[in-house]
């Protein structure tokens, strides 16, 4: 929480998608104070000031759709880890994510209230962590990894991992309560197969009405709210008119899909790059067969479910879903958006859309003043060419988080 004059800024507004001309912006005890065009406010000694020297200055990405525990794509060597093994390696994923550009994540499956403390007294470098728990998971369904040998029960409750079963609106409900008694800020369902999972297929529909709704009233119960991992409109559909919140992928989604995400105000998180990644590289990484093979199920949908989207004006957030060595390519999703839509509205899912869905809007993803000093100084105008985000290397200069260069 920390003090902080910049300079010679242009400052990129997300909201109506302009940069500024040249301009100070100044931060106090970690969030934005002030900024303006003109001569800077003298700020006292102790302050630093950084000269950016006509750099862009933008709020700090928000990626809605991470995983920061699945840090292989081996669920038998996983099983091998202590918690407190992979928890480490899951803190530094995230320090890596922060130093990307992320000052924000929301973990939708596997991150807990210890991995969020930690980051948050800085024991551990990272972005915001915003976590929902394990997901929920029906007997079978995408979060049951169990090898088809396996008929111990399921014990995912008591280690870290992805997701843990519950199987009726019953257990539903405890275990919502039980993820909302552990700090969670949403309750992710899986309703469809996944690309993941072994034994299921994507077009498989997982939990009936019941559960779901279960899951939206435990959940609105808590001021919370529920959101689902689901590509096919069979599952998708239903779970809107349920009252589920957010769709996270939505590949398969149909015409009456987009209606109900408009009629619902609901948001749509599509994670292009995992499946573009998975397609180029899982096999090497160490992707098991029956996974690779489902790719191509959702590979190519996705694009066309964004272009749909977009055109209809659903509310869409920026997500990667990576898993294991994948995660380098995080800001590779904003090229392929790219693809479909102009820079101006995939930085809106990034910041502005983002924030909203997480329920922190004004607080992040904004250079609002009162908001946290989460700020990115890159090189290039990201308005002019998204793709000056997915080189930091060459583009980033600093990362700024509370107000606190990284
Ligand atoms: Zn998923
Ligand atoms: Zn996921």
Same mark, same amino acid.
């Given at each position: 929480m920390s003090s902080l004059l910049i300079t010679n800024a242009h400052l990129l507004h997300p909201e109506d998608g302009e940069l500024s001309d040249v301009s100070w912006l100044e931060a106090a005890d970690g969030r934005i104070a002030g900024h303006g065009t003109g001569r800077p406010p003298t700020v006292s000694e102790d302050v630093p000031v950084l000269d950016v020297a006509g750099a862009t200055v933008l709020p700090g990405l928000i990626d809605a759709h991470v995983h920061l525990l699945l840090t292989t794509f081996d669920p038998k060597e996983a099983a091998g880890w202590t918690p407190g093994y992979a928890t480490v390696r899951a803190l530094k994923e995230a320090e890596r994510m922060l130093r990307r550009g992320f000052t924000t994540v929301r973990d939708v499956g596997g991150a807990d209230y210890g991995m969020a403390r930690a980051i948050e007294e800085g024991l551990a470098v990272g972005p915001r962590l915003v976590y929902g728990g394990k997901a929920l998971s029906q007997t079978g369904g995408h979060g049951d990894i169990r090898p088809l040998g396996d008929d111990a029960m399921p014990c995912c409750q008591s280690r870290p991992a992805f997701a843990r079963i519950a199987d009726g609106a019953d257990e539903v409900c405890a275990a919502a309560r039980d993820e909302f008694r552990k700090g969670a800020s949403h309750l992710k369902i899986l309703i469809s197969g996944g690309v993941a999972s072994p034994h299921d297929e994507v077009s498989a529909v997982q939990y009936t009405d019941e559960e779901i709704r279960a899951a939206v009233t435990e959940a609105e119960q808590h001021n919370r709210y529920v959101t689902a991992h689901a590509y096919h409109p069979r599952s998708v559909n239903r779970a809107l008119r349920a009252g589920v919140r957010s769709v996270e992928h939505g590949n398969l989604i149909d015409d009456e899909t987009i209606g109900l995400l408009l009629e619902h105000d609901a948001f749509l998180v599509p994670t292009l790059v995992t499946y573009d990644q998975m397609a180029q590289f899982g096999k090497a990484a160490g992707m098991p067969e029956q996974s690779y093979k489902k790719i191509a199920d959702v590979h190519a949908a996705a694009m066309s479910a964004l272009e749909r989207a977009h055109t209809a004006g659903v509310n869409l957030v920026f997500g990667t879903d990576l898993l294991g060595p994948l995660h380098s390519a995080q800001l590779q999703e904003f090229a392929l958006r790219a693809e479909i839509q102009p820079a101006a509205d995939i930085l809106r899912a990034a910041t502005t859309t983002a924030a909203r869905l997480l329920r922190m809007e004004g607080d992040? !993803?904004?250079?609002?003043? !009162? %908001?946290? %000093?989460d700020l990115l100084v890159v090189d290039g105008d990201p308005l002019d060419d998204i793709r000056v985000l997915t080189r930091p290397e060459q583009t980033l200069r600093h990362v700024i988080k509370a107000g606190t260069v990284i």
């Amino acid at each position: 929480m920390s003090s902080l004059l910049i300079t010679n800024a242009h400052l990129l507004h997300p909201e109506d998608g302009e940069l500024s001309d040249v301009s100070w912006l100044e931060a106090a005890d970690g969030r934005i104070a002030g900024h303006g065009t003109g001569r800077p406010p003298t700020v006292s000694e102790d302050v630093p000031v950084l000269d950016v020297a006509g750099a862009t200055v933008l709020p700090g990405l928000i990626d809605a759709h991470v995983h920061l525990l699945l840090t292989t794509f081996d669920p038998k060597e996983a099983a091998g880890w202590t918690p407190g093994y992979a928890t480490v390696r899951a803190l530094k994923e995230a320090e890596r994510m922060l130093r990307r550009g992320f000052t924000t994540v929301r973990d939708v499956g596997g991150a807990d209230y210890g991995m969020a403390r930690a980051i948050e007294e800085g024991l551990a470098v990272g972005p915001r962590l915003v976590y929902g728990g394990k997901a929920l998971s029906q007997t079978g369904g995408h979060g049951d990894i169990r090898p088809l040998g396996d008929d111990a029960m399921p014990c995912c409750q008591s280690r870290p991992a992805f997701a843990r079963i519950a199987d009726g609106a019953d257990e539903v409900c405890a275990a919502a309560r039980d993820e909302f008694r552990k700090g969670a800020s949403h309750l992710k369902i899986l309703i469809s197969g996944g690309v993941a999972s072994p034994h299921d297929e994507v077009s498989a529909v997982q939990y009936t009405d019941e559960e779901i709704r279960a899951a939206v009233t435990e959940a609105e119960q808590h001021n919370r709210y529920v959101t689902a991992h689901a590509y096919h409109p069979r599952s998708v559909n239903r779970a809107l008119r349920a009252g589920v919140r957010s769709v996270e992928h939505g590949n398969l989604i149909d015409d009456e899909t987009i209606g109900l995400l408009l009629e619902h105000d609901a948001f749509l998180v599509p994670t292009l790059v995992t499946y573009d990644q998975m397609a180029q590289f899982g096999k090497a990484a160490g992707m098991p067969e029956q996974s690779y093979k489902k790719i191509a199920d959702v590979h190519a949908a996705a694009m066309s479910a964004l272009e749909r989207a977009h055109t209809a004006g659903v509310n869409l957030v920026f997500g990667t879903d990576l898993l294991g060595p994948l995660h380098s390519a995080q800001l590779q999703e904003f090229a392929l958006r790219a693809e479909i839509q102009p820079a101006a509205d995939i930085l809106r899912a990034a910041t502005t859309t983002a924030a909203r869905l997480l329920r922190m809007e004004g607080d992040i !993803g904004t250079l609002d003043v !009162g %908001a946290h %000093a989460d700020l990115l100084v890159v090189d290039g105008d990201p308005l002019d060419d998204i793709r000056v985000l997915t080189r930091p290397e060459q583009t980033l200069r600093h990362v700024i988080k509370a107000g606190t260069v990284i």
